[in-house]
């Protein structure tokens, strides 16, 4: 899947800045790099929110295409428009060789025996916070529950 977005450089700070560039249409972003400073950038939203429809997956790996260089990174914040939900800001955090750290979520398979009986499926954590290669960040966790009986539990280190 096609997750490469074009990204721009911008000098403008502020919100007037920020205010003409979503007139022209793009989203002000900033990319914050692993050892370098952090860059300002615009970003056209449509082309975002489209990857964020067809993964549905926050932990997506965007390659910004940043005037010919090619930046792996994910994204941290995604301001919206409380009324609207229009994109308004994004942050991007570089990743690169040392692990990241990402909330993956929890899914459950089948329904528990014990539910037969009378008893209910409490599940305490539905994310476990992973930390590993950007290139092996896991969609989710499935955890097979068909066997529990009533007081069962599966911990997350298992």
């Known amino acids: 899947m096609d ?6 450089k911008r000098t403008g700070k502020g919100k007037g800045a920020a205010r003409k560039l979503r007139a022209a249409g793009k989203v ?3 990319l914050y790099g692993i050892e370098e400073q952090a860059v300002a950038l615009a970003i056209d939203p449509e082309a975002l929110i489209d990857i964020f429809q067809k993964t549905r997956d926050r932990n ?3 390659q910004l295409d940043i005037e010919g ?4 990174t994910l994204v941290r914040e995604a301001q919206r ?27 459950t398979i089948g329904k528990p025996v014990g539910a037969v009986f009378g008893g209910r499926l409490r599940l305490i ?15 989710h966790f499935e955890v097979d529950i068909g066997s529990m009986n009533v007081g069962d539990m599966v911990k997350a280190s298992e």
């Not at 308004?88 to 040392?98: R, Y």
Request: with cysteine.
């Open 3 to 8: 997750t490469e977005i074009a990204a721009i």
């Open 81 to 107: 428009h409380p009324v609207s939900r229009v994109l308004l800001h994004v942050d991007f955090q570089q990743v690169g060789e040392k692990p990241v750290q990402v909330m993956v979520p929890v899914t």
């Open 125 to 139: 954590r539905r994310e476990l916070r992973v930390s590993c290669s950007y290139e092996k960040i896991p969609a």
């Open 28 to 30: 002000p972003a900033v």
């Open 69 to 72: 260089a090619k930046v792996p």
């Open 60 to 62: 997506t790996i965007i």
